[in-house]
C-alpha cells in the first residue's frame, strides 16, 4: 500500500489520474478549453457538500461510471495530520477494498494526487441513525430489533476477517434508501487482526468518540478491539433503545468516574466528545 507521496496525478489503487486538454482549431488559431478536474476525467460531477471536518468534505456526485449518485470524501493533504496520511488513511484504504457486505458502505475508488486522496464510495440518501433518532426521539422495537441485527451482522463480517472498526457510533451507520444500516468510516480501522492459536492482539491506538469508548481506552491500556467494538455496539444499542447516549461525555470528571475512574490529568490531551488520535499512535503490538 503506497504512502501518500506519489507521482502526481497517480492514484493508489494504480489508475491513471490524466487531465487532458481539448483543444479546438480555428483557421491558424488554436483555442485551449477547460481542462477537466481529476474527478471529471473518472466519470464524477461534484454535487452538494454533505459533511465536512477541519481537513475533509464529503460530496455528493453523480457517476458516469456507476450509474448512480456516490459519496466522494475529499481529504487535503495540506491540512491533514501526518500521521493520519501515513498510518491511518493507507490503512483505512487498504481495509476497506476487501469488505463486501450488505451492510457495510462499498467502497468504489481512490484517487490520490499531489494535494488530496478521494475516496469514492456508495452513497446512502438516508442520513444517519443518529439524525433518524434525534428526529424520532425514540426508535420503536420493530425498526430497533432491525437495525440492531444489521449492525451485529456487519461487525460479525468484519472480525470473521481480522477487521476491527474503532469507531462504532450512530454518527457513522449510515441509512440507505430502504432504511437499512450501513456502517461507515473506517478511518481507525485495522485489519491482520484474527486471534493467533486462540489470543487476540492487543491495540495499543486509543481512538474512537469517548461518548462509546470502552473503559480500557478511557485507561489508556491496551486492549481487545473486537471487545472495544462490541461495547461500542451496546452504547448504540442503549441510544436506539433511550434515545440519549448512557454516558455524558460532556461531563468531563463525571465521564471518567463513570468508565475508567482515571484522573483528569491522565487524558489531558483528549478532547472529549471528538474522535482523536493524539495520545498514542503506537502500532498494535
Known sequence: MPGPDVRTHDNVLGEMSAEPTATV???????????????????????????????????????????CQVAIKIISKFQAPGDYLKKFLPREIEVVKGLKHENLIRFLQAIETTHRVYIVMEYAENGSLLDIIRKDQHIDETRGRRWFKQLVEAVDYCHERGVVHRDIKCENLLMDHGLNIKLSDFGFARGHMKPKNGVFALSETFCGSYAYASPEILKGVPYRPQDSDVWSMGVVLYAIVYGRLP???????????????????????????????????????
Open 25 to 67: 482549431h480555428s483557421g491558424v488559431e488554436a483555442k485551449t478549453e477547460r481542462k477537466l478536474t481529476v474527478l471529471e476525467s473518472h466519470g464524477y460531477m461534484l454535487g452538494r457538500t454533505i459533511g465536512s471536518g477541519s481537513y475533509a468534505t464529503v460530496k455528493v456526485a453523480s457517476s458516469d461510471r456507476h450509474n
Open 247 to 285: 454516558f455524558d461525555d460532556t461531563n468531563y470528571t463525571q465521564l471518567l468516574k463513570e468508565h475508567a475512574k482515571t484522573s483528569k490529568e491522565e487524558i489531558k490531551s483528549v478532547n472529549i466528545g471528538t474522535v482523536t488520535y493524539d495520545r498514542k499512535l503506537e502500532e498494535v503490538k
